[in-house]
């Protein structure tokens, strides 16, 4: 996902909520307030956070904290910044133009070797379990399977790191294979065609592959290593430095909008794809392929599961070649904030 968005076929509409979002009010947001606004912990008063996102439903909670207000209620105005690809998007966070962004946690790993600006990831925001996939024909039933054959996958997203962990597993190398880099919204279609034997893509580009051919099923998933693709949240060091507080009610409003979103799925799912721009029905196979974790979830997770995955992924993204030097990306954890966001 690093580099491109999950959802090329919403890159024009992206273009468009981005650019409206940096003339409305991406600058400096430190020393912002929002007399205004609807109250909140700091006495009426609300503190200007500017967040890079791009049209993913794993981002989505963010959208029903902005239309049911949780934002504003716990101290904080988070003005959503839209991005057609995580290289604009990392480029505005690093150049402080957004005070947090959402990430690929693969992209972790990348940010640090860049020497962006430092940053704490405070939140493990959701889960690809079928929503990443690789796709083959029926009689494919193992992964080992796939020595000697075509496999469409793009380089460099959470495609390149499913074909590669997958390929580890089954102790195969990747030269065993012929890979066909191709886009993800390709792939699928490609393999359908009968231009390749092995499709490694993402929704809504497996269903619509699937869809077109019934022999084919997914082989391997993000299941395999649940948070192998997943994404989270990153927040400037300066920024959080400067509002404590604001960070802790950031999360503390991703917490009631998981809550409303679990407790209200047919209105919490409309708003999330207003926010992605699809309809609902195109979008019900990323709904159930994607685990979106509140905020209770993610401290268990990312004090439990996070260092060995971080460890797993810093392996896959060395292989690529993407990461060409030793990072600390478990150093850049800080639950600090989620903590009091969750404490009673």
């Given at each position: 996902?690093?580099?491109?968005?999950?959802?090329?076929?919403?890159?024009?509409?992206?273009?468009?909520?981005?650019?409206?979002?940096?003339?409305?009010?991406?600058?400096?947001?430190?020393?912002?307030?929002?007399?205004?606004?609807?109250?909140?912990?700091?006495?009426?008063?609300?503190?200007?956070?500017?967040?890079?996102?791009?049209?993913?439903?794993?981002?989505?909670?963010?959208?029903?904290?902005?239309?049911?207000?949780?934002?504003?209620?716990?101290?904080?105005?988070?003005?959503?910044?839209?991005?057609?690809?995580?290289?604009?998007?990392?480029?505005?966070?690093?150049?402080?133009?957004?005070?947090?962004?959402?990430?690929?946690?693969?992209?972790?790993?990348?940010?640090?070797?860049?020497?962006?600006?430092?940053?704490?990831?405070?939140?493990?925001?959701?889960?690809?379990?079928?929503?990443?996939?690789?796709?083959?024909?029926?009689?494919?039933?193992?992964?080992?399977?796939?020595?000697?054959?075509?496999?469409?996958?793009?380089?460099?997203?959470?495609?390149?790191?499913?074909?590669?962990?997958?390929?580890?597993?089954?102790?195969?190398?990747?030269?065993?294979?012929?890979?066909?880099?191709?886009?993800?919204?390709?792939?699928?279609?490609?393999?359908?065609?009968?231009?390749?034997?092995?499709a490694v893509t993402y929704e809504p580009y497996l269903t619509a592959a699937l869809s077109h051919d019934k022999n084919l099923h997914r082989l391997y998933?993000?299941?395999?290593?649940?948070?192998?693709?997943?994404?989270?949240?990153?927040?400037?060091?300066?920024?959080?430095?400067?509002?404590?507080?604001?960070?802790?009610?950031?999360?503390?409003?991703?917490?009631?909008?998981?809550?409303?979103?679990?407790?209200?799925?047919?209105?919490?799912?409309?708003?999330?794809?207003?926010?992605?721009?699809?309809?609902?029905?195109?979008?019900?196979?990323?709904?159930?392929?994607?685990?979106?974790?509140?905020?209770?979830?993610?401290?268990?997770?990312?004090?439990?599961?996070?260092?060995?995955?971080?460890?797993?992924?810093?392996?896959?993204?060395?292989?690529?070649?993407?990461?060409?030097?030793?990072?600390?990306?478990?150093?850049?954890?800080?639950?600090?904030?989620?903590?009091?966001?969750?404490?009673?």
């Open positions: 996902m690093f580099g491109m968005t999950r959802f090329p076929w919403l890159a024009t509409l992206a273009m468009v909520l981005g650019v409206a979002a940096f003339t409305a009010g991406c600058g400096s947001s430190n020393s912002k307030s929002d007399t205004t606004a609807g109250g909140g912990d700091a006495g009426g008063k609300t503190v200007d956070v500017n967040m890079g996102t791009e049209p993913w439903i794993g981002y989505g909670p963010w959208a029903i904290a902005k239309a049911k207000g949780f934002d504003k209620a716990n101290g904080v105005n988070i003005k959503l910044i839209n991005f057609t690809t995580d290289a604009d998007r990392e480029q505005a966070f690093a150049s402080g133009k957004t005070d947090m962004s959402n990430i690929p946690t693969h992209a972790i790993a990348k940010l640090l070797a860049s020497n962006t600006t430092p940053f704490e990831t405070v939140l493990f925001e959701d889960i690809s379990m079928t929503a990443d996939a690789m796709l083959a024909p029926s009689d494919v039933t193992d992964v080992k399977q796939l020595a000697g054959k075509k496999v469409a996958y793009e380089e460099g997203t959470t495609s390149d790191v499913l074909l590669r962990y997958a390929l580890k597993q089954a102790n195969l190398p990747f030269s065993a294979i012929k890979p066909v880099p191709i886009a993800a919204a390709d792939a699928g279609s490609a393999l359908v065609a009968g231009r390749v034997g092995i998933a993000g299941s395999a290593l649940p948070g192998l693709l997943s994404d989270t949240l990153i927040v400037s060091k300066d920024f959080a430095a400067k509002n404590p507080d604001a960070v802790t009610g950031v999360l503390k409003a991703w917490q009631r909008s998981v809550d409303y979103l679990r407790q209200n799925p047919a209105d919490g799912q409309a708003i999330i794809a207003k926010q992605v721009g699809a309809p609902v029905g195109d979008l019900k196979t990323s709904f159930t392929g994607d685990k979106i974790n509140d905020v209770t979830e993610s401290v268990a997770f990312m004090k439990d599961k996070f260092p060995g995955l971080l460890t797993t992924i810093d392996g896959i993204l060395k292989e690529q070649g993407a990461l060409k030097t030793d990072v600390d990306a478990q150093g850049t954890v800080n639950l600090t904030y989620a903590e009091k966001a969750v404490a009673k």
